[in-house]
């Protein structure tokens, strides 16, 4: 079964940086398409970036664009989510998801395109 661990989140001041991981187990991870979702108090879950199992192209909302970068690891089975100048409205939980049946260069951008999700890391961005 395929699995997936966030880890990384916490509490940062507005401005700050953080850096979550997700680490894939189960199957093969350099066939998966892997995303980053989040969702505030209240709100829908929401895209935040994606990253293709082939070639490492990747797509970021216009939200965190210029802020926020996802990558890689095949090595680590590992994605990256680098967040930089955080803001108070990036708070949220943080969901890394997986999925196997896009093709090789696509950067899924809705979360129903994705069949694995892991359980979550909250981020809180607050003075």
């Known amino acids: 079964q395929v699995q997936l661990k966030e880890s990384g989140g916490g509490l940062v001041q507005p401005g700050g940086s953080l850096r979550l991981s997700c680490v894939f187990s189960?199957?093969?991870?350099?066939?998966?398409?892997m995303g980053w979702f989040r969702q505030a108090p209240g709100k829908e879950r929401e895209f935040v970036a994606s990253i293709s199992w082939m070639d490492d192209n990747t797509l970021t909302a216009e939200a965190v664009k210029g802020r926020f970068t996802i990558s890689r690891d095949n090595g680590k089975n590992t994605v990256y989510l680098h967040m930089d100048s955080l803001k108070p409205e990036d708070t949220g939980v943080y969901y890394c998801a997986a999925d196997n049946t896009v093709g090789r260069w696509t950067t899924p951008h809705h979360r129903t395109m994705y069949a694995y999700w892991g359980q979550g890391t909250q981020v809180t961005v607050s003075s």
């Open positions: 189960g199957r093969t991870f350099s066939s998966y398409a």
